[in-house]
């Protein structure tokens, strides 16, 4: 049975700021990735999570290095129990940006859940 978690104030989680660090490989690119960020968000905060995560995918493949749409994507897997790819998400996000209040704040509320969930399933590593 997978574990199913509600997502945290979307206040502290989505970034839908329409900027980007220039991390995609063309204009064309980061429009698109803009594009999808911005209807990600937008699903997201109707609670369409599974529709979220498809767009943030999307984003994340057309701006791999954009540290806003790893957060975003973070959050999405999060939301829909992907535990596991929320947790390198995260990393690669603090990785690109690790100064940024927001992330951190994401990844430390993740990292609190994370830890409470291996502790109710078995030990595990726990992120860090």
């Known amino acids: 049975m997978r574990h199913r978690r509600r997502a945290p104030a979307l206040g502290f989680v989505l970034s839908i700021a329409v900027s980007f660090s220039g991390c995609a490989s063309s204009p ?3 429009t698109q990735a803009a594009d999808q960020k911005t209807y990600g968000a937008r699903m997201a905060q109707r609670g369409f ?24 994507l973070a959050v999405a897997c999060e939301a829909t129990g ?45 992120p860090k």
């Not at 929320?86 to 940024?100: G, N, Q, T, V």
């Open 28 to 30: 064309e690119a980061t």
């Open 49 to 72: 999570w599974r529709e979220a995560l498809f767009r943030f995918e999307r984003a994340a493949r057309l701006a791999p290095d954009d540290p806003e749409i790893l957060n975003n």
């Open 82 to 126: 992907e535990t596991a790819r929320a947790l390198a998400a995260y990393k690669k996000a603090l990785e690109l940006r690790p100064d940024d209040s927001r992330i951190k704040r994401n990844y430390a509320r993740f990292a609190e859940y994370y830890t409470s969930l291996q502790r109710a399933s078995g030990p595990t590593t726990t």
